[in-house]
């Protein structure tokens, strides 16, 4: 008996050291998928969807998520959920906010993800709009400010000085933010922004330069899809335009989701979602900081 009880010992002991499910690399690449994704969240998504965002998910394997239109909060849990009984491994940090369509960012395990905060201001201080999301990230040797963010829709004057009060929010961020020595940025999402259409919205952004909108590239493509078909690109991909050599260049590409999921575009776009997938990759065998 003595004997017994001193090997369940051992075993209770052995599993202290043993790292968790949730704490374990997912990756051993030389490089890294980081991606953003529109929900379609305008009106409440369902539990049931949450099996289909996690199928698209794995198949296009990102190791950072940025979602937009989470609503309700619960969805990227469920997403995540959905994903470890997959036996891949993936957290997520969301924070609370007052509008009803949330930020989340889904990221693997052994992604390290530091420091989340709601950015002041980049609501324009209205309380039914999104606050942009950062947080400080390392991935292998890479580490970066990420900031996801959801800005206003609309294609008035009005709403693009909404979205210019918003982007001035967030310059003010990254300039604080790479004050020190973190010089990457990656700012993923819905910008709600067009190229060669809303310019004072770019240059509010990146006021001194500092941004590479590599999403502009993709100007001929679109993003978002509207009730008849192919809209505009507005969802929005920009890296720190000197520092951030570890991205993979021309790899931004919008994903065509609707294929992955063996569906026609409008049907897509009436069951899963009225964006599709924006993701590039990057380097982290090394850091240039």
């Known amino acids: 008996m003595k004997r017994v009880n001193f090997l369940i010992v051992?075993?209770?002991t052995m599993s202290l050291f043993q790292p968790a499910y949730?704490?374990?690399?997912?990756?051993?690449?030389?490089?890294?998928?980081?991606?953003?994704?529109?929900?379609?969240?305008?009106?409440?998504?369902?539990?049931?969807?949450?099996?289909t965002f996690a199928e698209a998910i794995n198949?296009?394997?990102?190791?950072?998520?940025?979602?937009?239109?989470?609503?309700?909060?619960?969805?990227?849990?469920?997403?995540?959920?959905?994903?470890?009984?997959?036996?891949?491994?993936?957290?997520?940090i969301i924070l609370d906010q007052t509008a009803n369509q949330n930020i989340s960012i889904l990221y693997k395990c052994g992604v390290e993800v530091?420091?989340?905060?709601?950015i002041d201001g980049s609501d324009d201080n209205n309380s039914h709009l999104r606050k942009a999301l950062a947080a400080e990230v390392k991935v292998g040797e890479f580490d970066f400010i990420l900031i996801a963010l959801h800005l206003k829709a609309g294609r008035s004057n009005a709403d693009r000085q909404i979205r210019d009060r918003q982007n001035s929010a967030i310059a003010s961020y990254i300039g604080n933010a790479t004050a020190g020595a973190e010089?990457?940025?990656?700012?993923?999402?819905?910008?709600?922004?067009?190229?060669?259409?809303?310019?004072?919205?770019?240059?509010?952004m990146n006021p001194n330069n500092f941004l590479n909108?590599?999403?502009?590239?993709?100007?001929?493509?679109?993003?978002?899809?509207?009730?008849?078909?192919?809209?505009?690109?507005?969802?929005?991909?920009?890296?720190?335009?000197?520092?951030?050599?570890?991205?993979?260049?021309?790899?931004?590409?919008?994903?065509?989701?609707?294929?992955i999921l063996n569906m026609a575009l409008l049907q897509y776009r009436n069951t899963v979602s009225d964006h599709?997938?924006?993701?590039?990759?990057?380097?982290?065998?090394?850091?240039?900081?």
């Open 22 to 51: 949730s704490q374990m690399p997912a990756f051993n690449s030389t490089t890294v998928n980081i991606a953003g994704w529109n929900l379609s969240g305008f009106t409440a998504i369902s539990r049931d969807k949450a099996a």
């Open 114 to 118: 530091a420091n989340p905060t709601l």
């Open 183 to 204: 010089k990457d940025v990656l700012i993923i999402g819905d910008y709600n922004m067009i190229t060669g259409d809303d310019q004072s919205n770019f240059n509010s």
């Open 59 to 92: 198949y296009i394997d990102p190791e950072i998520l940025v979602l937009t239109e989470v609503n309700p909060d619960f969805i990227a849990s469920e997403i995540v959920a959905e994903l470890n009984q997959m036996d891949i491994c993936y957290q997520r």
């Open 10 to 12: 051992i075993l209770f």
């Open 276 to 289: 599709l997938v924006i993701e590039a990759n990057f380097r982290i065998s090394r850091d240039d900081d």
């Open 213 to 259: 909108f590599i999403s502009d590239s993709l100007a001929n493509q679109f993003s978002h899809i509207s009730t008849s078909g192919p809209g505009n690109l507005l969802d929005g991909y920009a890296i720190s335009r000197v520092h951030t050599t570890e991205y993979i260049n021309r790899s931004i590409r919008i994903v065509p989701m609707y294929s």
